[in-house]
């Protein structure tokens, strides 16, 4: 059985036919990591016996004439969020050994829908990065080109899906890492507005910032996962009880009577020329879909990056602050003291990202400090976040690249962390103003690397952006068309 392409909407409707079994989709899938991953390193554990026994359980479930959005369908889950049973590393040395003592929310819901978990996929450790090389179980490589980075920091959840290893994956954005690395490697990937989906057993990194979404080949695919995963959940507060739209009301075959945004900022210097010309020719296929494009302006955007990286070092040295090597994880093993103890476990348990941000979020945190760095640097959030409203006042949804540029090579930019932020220049201020926002797959440019189309809509309004997705794939004759767009 080739699952090199299939989606996940395929796979639902060829069990609901009895075209294959779950235990089929599932052999067939772990036979492709057993082939592949060794070169991706996109899983960082996957538990074959357990993906296959939940497989039968699916197929038996089918049998007996049961129901689930999601039975029998393989899922990949990436490394920072909770999972009973299975280990929960976020790809850090810190976390050794510790294992999930309950589901994450978003599992639960999966788990109840019917879903198989096929594997833990890798990441930048504790979500902190653009590339998935910050990870203590090594780097994952880009399947399009092994050469060149996935993104990050769900880079691991995005290669896993690109290279057809899950049908669909979970991934977390903070301040890009499923649209980043959806980007890179020519996937789907959806961040939902902040509140939209429970947070619930996803280890923190900024918690202002961070949110769950998923990663597939498809943007039908997207909008099912989303409609699985979101609603409000009474053990995250920061939830909001919204009506999730089905899989439907997100779906367009034309863009009439639609207004998109065209924000200058977004397409001054530095934006590389193969990128700039797949974003406008798909800008282009949205005006011969009937859509309205108009310019749009969002002027604090300058101060996003600055912002950003004020305001998630100085939430994740808090969040961080509970990985002590005292109640579990890793424990350095020589320390003569208490205060010992901490100073090893955490000098050598973190690596040297996750200790840069952890330092730098401190520092602003600090007496004497906190209002010139992260005063300052919300009330700059502030006006990002009124930028967007003023602007979704005059269209639907906004249109901009995802990245700055294609996939760049690996160690490419390990040395320089300022070029290496810069990769999430275009991603971030969703995440700064909590709207949701999308990487559509737009073309390849002449080395054959994926270039990604972002769709940012209001906060709570995902079926405007996976609408305008959905009719662009459908122009491009499917979730495969954007291969033979090349620039």
């Known amino acids: 059985m080739d699952v090199s392409s299939i989606t996940l909407g395929e796979a639902l409707t060829g069990l609901d036919r009895g075209d294959w079994s779950a235990e089929n989709l599932v052999s067939a899938l772990l036979d492709r990591i057993a082939a592949r991953d060794a070169m991706v390193n996109a899983f960082l554990n996957v538990d074959a016996e357990a993906a296959l026994a939940q497989a039968r359980a699916a197929d038996e479930q089918r049998a007996r004439g049961e129901t689930g959005r999601m039975l029998g369908v393989p899922v990949a889950i990436k490394d920072n969020l909770n999972v009973q049973g299975q280990t929960c590393t976020c790809a850090s040395r810190i976390l050794d050994g510790y294992r999930a003592p309950y589901d994450a929310t978003v599992v639960a819901r999966l788990r109840k829908e019917g879903a198989i978990f096929l594997g833990r996929t890798n990441m930048d450790e504790f979500a902190m990065g653009s590339s998935t090389e910050y990870s203590s179980r090594g780097p994952t490589r880009n399947p399009r080109n092994p050469d060149c980075v996935p993104g990050g920091s769900s880079g691991g959840s995005a290669a896993a899906v690109a290279d057809g290893m899950a049908l669909a994956a979970l991934g977390s954005d903070t301040g890009g890492s499923i649209r980043q690395p959806a980007a890179f490697c020519g996937c789907v990937g959806l ?205 639907d949804a906004i249109l901009t690249p995802t990245t700055p540029t294609a996939a760049f090579r690996m160690g490419e930019k390990t040395d320089d962390p300022v070029q290496m932020y810069l990769a999430d220049i275009f991603t971030a201020t969703a995440n700064l103003a909590g709207i949701c926002a999308l990487s559509l797959p737009c073309g390849v440019n002449a080395d054959g690397l994926p270039l990604g189309l972002q769709a940012m809509g209001p906060a709570f309004k995902e079926e405007n952006i996976l609408g305008v997705a959905s009719a662009l794939e459908n122009a491009w004759g499917g979730p495969q068309g954007w291969m033979e767009r090349r620039v």
């Open 191 to 395: 961040k939902p507005s902040y509140g939209r989906v429970s947070r619930y057993g996803l280890t923190a990194f900024a918690s202002s910032l961070d949110q769950v979404g998923p990663l597939t080949r498809s943007v039908d695919d997207a909008a099912r996962l989303f409609g699985v995963l979101a609603g409000a959940d009474v053990r995250d507060a920061t939830t909001v009880d919204v009506a999730v739209p089905g899989p439907d009301a997100c779906r367009r075959e034309d863009l009439k009577g639609v207004a998109l945004g065209l924000p200058r900022e977004y397409f001054a210097e530095g934006l590389a020329p193969d990128v700039r010309a797949s974003v406008m020719a798909a800008v282009d296929a949205c005006r011969a879909l009937g859509a309205d494009v108009r310019e749009v302006s969002l002027p604090h955007t300058e101060y996003a990056m600055a912002a950003y990286y004020i305001v998630a070092p100085a939430e994740a040295s808090a969040n961080l602050a509970r990985f002590d090597g005292v109640r579990y994880g890793y424990r350095a093993p020589d320390a003569i003291s208490p205060l010992d103890m901490y100073c090893q476990t955490r000098s050598s348990g973190f690596g040297p990202e996750v200790k840069r941000r952890i330092m730098l979020g401190t520092y602003v945190l600090s007496s004497g400090y906190y209002d010139a760095y992260y005063l300052s640097a919300q009330k700059a959030r502030t006006l990002i976040r009124n930028d967007f409203i003023a602007a979704f006042r005059e269209c």
